[in-house]
């Protein structure tokens, strides 16, 4: 009788090659090689963390699965086998592979979610928990991957290539993403098609959404019309959930939030918007598409990184509230004048001498809005208003056939 373990790699790749999926691709048929499919529990993760801090792979991704295994350790040197092969060598990354029977250490996947975490503290949490661990920083990754709270989570389907890497039609990538709405989502930026990857990684697309049957139709549909038959292999993830302002903190590489009236604009030569809000510098990138429409009254949920002022924020969303508001002084009730400030609150008028405390007449837009970057700016955590009412989905659907190809 076997135990239950999980294994989570994380840090293979750099910013222009390889991809930490691949490698758990290539583990998960290493594994089925010689083992029965049943010996895996559920499906793979492939979890983001803090996208602010300053080591990050390209997309911050760390995986992990749970499996049934006769021993940890041969569990850990397929890993290593694995891991060897088809991490990217001589870039700037430090793979790391965590090994463990325990996944209880939530607030570890929190902490990683939102903050800065040193790597000595993640090899105490290991010892404490009689983790195996091998390799370097990414044993942080591969901690949280594995202690990850996925309640609330969707699907991505990610489909590797092994020649060139064809194009897909955004017209017909269009159509798929309608008949697959609400379902699935981030698939196009307007003319734009989001599911293929601008780097040189064997990923050929990835489709994410709520329902792994619709993610799994926009998959089987592009195959089809492309003529091609990849690797596939299907994730959980905390893709598009928001989890990354779980905890909110002040520090530089922390998430973060800040809400207030907004004290100035100013703009970059290149069009970037720098506003004020209670003296936090916040950044709005031009290509985001939130920089024209700042309210008067606003939150604002980002991350801090130097800037500056060495502790800038960098917008992700913005709730504005009260809009462009037009404030002006009363009447004056005995003759009808306009009142004039006399300093201090106080009102008077300057044609009959009438004196009080009046407030001030607000008018404008009292609405609700919610600003968020387009499409193909928002961030892998960002939790997108097209899943707003499907939160849960995913938990209602039971283990997919033909998860891995």
Known sequence: MGVKAWIAFDDTDDYEQGCTTFVMYNFLKEFLRTRSEDRIIGLPRLVRLNPYVPFKTRGNAAVAV???????????????????????????????????RVNDEKWFYYSALSDVIPRAVAERVAKR??????????????????????????????????????????????????????????????????????????????????????????????????????????????????????????????ATAVSGYVNSITRSKEGHALIKVNNESIIIYRHTGMGGAIGNYVMVLGGRRPGINDNSIYAESIFSINESPQVSNPRCPKCGSVLKSAGKGELKCIKCGFKAYLPKIVKGNWSFRELFPNMGERRHLAKIPERVGLEGTSKLFDHVIEWIR
């Not at 499996?67 to 092969?85: A, H, Q, R, T």
């Not at 928990?129 to 990414?138: D, F, Y």
């Not at 591969?142 to 017209?171: H, Q, V």
């Open 129 to 254: 928990i009689k983790a195996l661990t091998w390799g370097g920083r990414g044993i942080i990754g591969g901690l949280a991957a594995i202690m990850a709270d996925l309640s609330e989570s969707t699907f991505e389907l990610l489909s590797y290539r092994d020649g060139e890497r064809p194009p897909i039609d955004a017209d017909m990538l269009r159509t798929l993403s309608k008949l697959t709405e609400p379902f699935t989502f981030a698939n196009m930026d307007r003319e734009r098609p989001l599911i293929v990857p601008s780097t040189n990684d064997p990923v050929l697309f990835g489709v994410r959404g709520d329902s792994p049957f619709h993610v799994m139709y926009i998959s089987n549909a592009l195959t089809f019309l492309l003529g091609i038959n990849p690797k596939w292999l299907l994730y959980e993830t905390n893709q598009g959930t928001g989890a990354g302002f779980a905890l909110i903190g002040n520090k530089v590489y922390q």
């Open 66 to 100: 749970q499996v049934e295994i006769d021993d940890p350790y041969e569990l850990l040197e397929m890993g290593i086998g694995v891991v060897d092969k088809f991490y990217v060598h001589g870039a700037k990354t430090s793979p790391g592979i965590v090994v463990s």
